[in-house]
């Protein structure tokens, strides 16, 4: 019987309403949790570890790293066959994506939550922790980088992003779909992942600040990123990779101080190109030396250009690692 890390790291699962708040509070120790996931002793042996009990809300890219190195240290034992890592919804998608991008291992590394916390009718925690085991200990789960196992979906952190504020489905691939579910108990995979990225580094080591663009957005949020003297910028651009033009002379100028520029769509679905010649159009933010994010969505596009930064500040290499193979740089 393969052996399973369980790596409690706070979030709604670990919830339940207080009488004196009338709202949600961590409260469920790791043991008590457990103990509503019934039966799964026949199908794993299980190590339980608390790594915190924070809201997700409070996580920190400092805290993903530690996460991360907790993590490692934990599947390099060769009586572990992989790791299950619960975490907070409202920020599962970037923490699961930093460790996809950090984690470098054949294992199988699973991150889950809950929907509805311990009070509620419908508590979905103990569901999501044995689907998120049994994912773990399938042969067929290897290789295949940080899945985000929720609602009997797996995804690929790579990909997943939190679509809904509610439904116990809220976790969502666009544009592809989930890569695979577990169905009575049995995971079943239905295509493959994206090339795994893995970038190893020591400590966070980078500023990096996300704007969303409006229309008759101007170049004051830029400009002030600048003076502040940050490493990166993500620009959540329109449709395809375009931005109020009143924007370009900043990102220019952002550019030329040696930040990184990486621009993505605030649209779902969908991915950008340097498909419009007109002022603020992409072919002149590819031009200025703007980097295209593809599908990622703006919160993921920050933490994969703080990991790269934080490997390099060298802005080339930093575009090798957003455009290759996606775009001919």
Do not use: W
């Amino acid at each position: 019987m393969k052996k399973v890390a369980v790596v409690f790291n706070g979030g709604t699962i670990t919830m339940k309403i207080d009488e004196r708040l009338q709202a949600a509070v961590p409260s469920l120790s790791s043991d008590e949790i457990m103990s509503k996931v019934t039966g799964i002793e026949g199908f794993a042996e299980i190590e339980t570890y608390t790594f915190s009990n924070m809201p997700s809300p409070h996580m920190t890219p400092d805290k993903m790293l530690e996460l991360s190195k907790y993590i490692k240290k934990l599947i390099d034992r060769e009586d572990i066959a992989g790791a299950v890592v619960t975490h907070g919804t409202d920020t599962l998608e970037e923490t699961a994506y930093f460790l996809d991008l950090t984690l470098n291992t054949e294992k199988p590394v699973v991150v889950t939550g809950a929907m509805r916390n311990g009070s509620e009718l419908g508590y979905d925690g103990p569901a999501n922790l044995s689907a998120s085991i049994c994912t773990v200990i399938s042969d067929e789960s290897r290789n295949r980088g940080v899945l985000v196992c929720m609602n009997g979906e797996l995804n690929s952190a790579a990909e997943v992003t939190k679509a809904n504020s509610m439904a116990l489905n809220a976790f969502r691939t666009p544009n592809f779909g989930p890569i695979g579910m577990v169905d009575d108990n049995k995971v079943l995979f239905y295509r493959e992942s994206l090339d795994k990225q893995y970038l190893d580094i020591d400590k966070v080591d980078s500023k990096v600040t996300l704007i969303k663009c409006t229309a008759g957005m101007d170049s004051t949020l830029i400009d002030y990123c600048i003076e502040r003297k940050v490493d990166g910028i993500v620009i959540e651009a329109f449709g395809r990779g375009n931005i109020p033009p009143y924007m370009v002379e900043s990102v220019k100028r952002a550019i030329d101080s040696n930040v990184a520029v990486v621009v993505v769509s605030r649209c779902f679905e969908g991915r950008v190109c340097d498909s419009y010649g007109y002022h603020g159009g992409g072919k002149e933010l590819r031009d200025l030396g703007v980097i295209f994010g593809d599908t990622l969505p703006g919160q993921k596009a920050r933490i994969k250009l703080m990991v790269a930064l934080s490997k390099t500040k060298e802005l080339n290499k930093v575009k090798d690692f957003f455009e290759n193979g996606l775009y001919n740089i």
